[in-house]
T-cell receptor
Framework: EAQVTQNPRYLITVTGKKLTVTCSQN?????MSWYRQDPGLGLRQIYY???????DKGDVPEGYKVSRKEKRNFPLILESPSPNQTSLYFC?????????????FGPGTRLTVL | ELKVEQNPLFLSMQEGKNYTIYCNYS?????LYWYRQDPGKSLESLFV?????AVKQEGRLMASLDTKARLSTLHITAAVHDLSATYFC????????????FGTGTSLTVIP
């Protein structure tokens, strides 16, 4: 089954404790992206990647890191989480072939930073 | 920065009625997407609109794109309770910029 998976689905942590949220897709998509969703703000792009070893900042990259060492994986790293990073996070992927960049989303990770 | 505005933000409508959600964006783009999100769930792709004048229909939902006006609409015909969800439009940035921009979403509640 074609899918985007994220782990963990729920995470409660404390300020300053480094964490990683994993994202994996099995559709051989070139494009992968991380978003955060906050009430009243819609989805905002954190980082995206056009392919392996090609990452770039979205609109809200501060406090986050990413890497793309393999095509299927795109982990999101919070080196020193703060309470304002409490949010719902989505990973998404899309193909860059053809005219559409329709994105397929993972199930989401609800992060609480105390 | 590309801005995407949706309105209304909240919509409560009776079953059987028609309504339209609007999505305006601030820069040139030929690619617009509509997504649906149920409470506590992820986003599900509804429509992909890739050119000016594109119209797509699925059941009681119809989406259209006017790139000259930088406007997309999502029209709901004879609403049913199952359509209750949050709807997002998203715009693919112009060529050379590889970001996506989402609207703030329209929370739709269909009342029996």
């Amino acid at each position: 089954e074609a899918q985007v998976t994220q782990n963990p689905r729920y995470l409660i942590t404390v300020t300053g404790k480094k964490l990683t949220v994993t994202c994996s897709q099995n559709m051989n998509h070139e494009y992968m992206s991380w978003y955060r969703q906050d009430p009243g703000l819609g989805l905002r792009q954190i980082y995206y990647s056009m392919n392996v070893e090609a990452t770039d900042k979205g609109d809200v990259p501060e406090g986050y890191k990413v890497s793309r060492k393999e095509k299927r994986n795109f982990p999101l790293i919070l080196e020193s989480p703060s309470p304002n990073q409490t949010s719902l996070y989505f990973c998404a992927s899309s193909s860059l072939a053809g005219g559409s960049r329709e994105q397929f989303f993972g199930p989401g990770t609800r992060l609480t930073v105390l | 920065e590309l801005k995407v505005e949706q309105n209304p933000l909240f919509l409560s409508m009776q079953e059987g009625k028609n309504y339209t959600i609007y999505c305006n964006y601030s820069t040139t783009s030929d690619r617009l997407y509509w997504y649906r999100q149920d409470p506590g769930k992820s986003l599900e792709s509804l429509f992909v609109l890739l050119s000016n004048g594109a119209v797509k229909q699925e059941g009681r939902l119809m989406a259209s794109l006017d790139t000259k006006a930088r406007l997309s609409t999502l029209h709901i015909t004879a609403a049913v309770h199952d359509l209750s969800a949050t709807y997002f439009c998203a715009v693919d940035a112009p060529e050379g910029v590889n970001q996506f921009y989402f609207g703030t979403g329209t929370s739709l509640t269909v009342i029996p």
